[in-house]
């Protein structure tokens, strides 16, 4: 627990309203999960009444309780919760977080943060542990709408669609890690740096949602 917030009961002392003890939590720096544990409330019930109060999401890391806008060109990587392993690996190699899934409906999803419209690739990271790399060489951002919709005719996304919803349906969060790098050149040829870097994270870290034998190919 982080020494300099206000403990759970004295941040919502006094208060009875639902919604007033959520964002009295917030604003004492405890993130969306933390404030739907401590209340024993649906995740998007949390979610609900900061948007609507206009309070950005809150770090998950207990290092930092201040407050990040989603809103931003970019989600600062200070405001993952990433202390060893996997994705604090990413990190230091110049990932950066760029946002999450959440859970919107029973039935439905949305990719809650900025992504970038340049190719890149990305890693799905699931209770510190990275469970997906791909690579997308038409831009990003279409390639989490692609998740999202899970169309049934594209099977690695309806097949990664259904896992990201399993995953958040729980009341896990399913955070989102990217990085665009330049392109080079060997000896005069042309080298595409991420998809080399996408096979060999893969190889590396054999995260679970990658199903194929030694890498996966995941374009988009």
Not at 36 to 48: F, K
Request: proline residues 5%; charged residues 20%.
């Amino acid at each position: 627990m982080n020494l300099e917030r206000l403990s759970p009961k004295t941040s919502i002392r006094g208060l009875v309203k639902t919604a007033d003890k959520i964002r009295a939590l917030a604003q004492a720096g405890y993130s969306r999960t933390e404030i739907r544990d401590l209340l024993s409330i649906r995740y998007q019930h949390v979610r609900n009444v900061l948007v609507r109060s206009g309070i950005g999401n809150i770090s998950a890391s207990r290092s930092m309780p201040q407050q990040a806008d989603v809103s931003q060109s970019h989600i600062s990587t200070a405001t993952l919760h990433l202390p060893t392993g996997q994705p604090a690996m990413l990190i230091r190699s110049g990932f950066r977080h760029i946002g999450r899934w959440v859970l919107i409906s029973p039935d439905a999803f949305i990719f809650e943060g900025s992504c970038p419209v340049e190719p890149g690739v990305y890693a799905f990271v699931l209770k510190d542990t990275v469970v997906y790399v791909g690579l997308s060489l038409r831009g990003l951002r279409g390639r989490m709408d692609q998740y999202r919709r899970g169309h049934e005719r594209q099977r690695t996304s309806a097949r990664v669609h259904k896992q990201i919803k399993a995953a958040i349906a729980e009341g896990f969060e399913v955070e989102v890690l990217a990085a665009t790098p330049e392109s080079t050149v060997w000896n005069g040829l042309p080298v595409n740096t991420a998809a080399g870097l996408e096979i060999a994270l893969i190889q590396t870290m054999k995260p679970t949602w990658n199903i194929r034998m030694g890498y996966s190919i995941s374009q988009a």
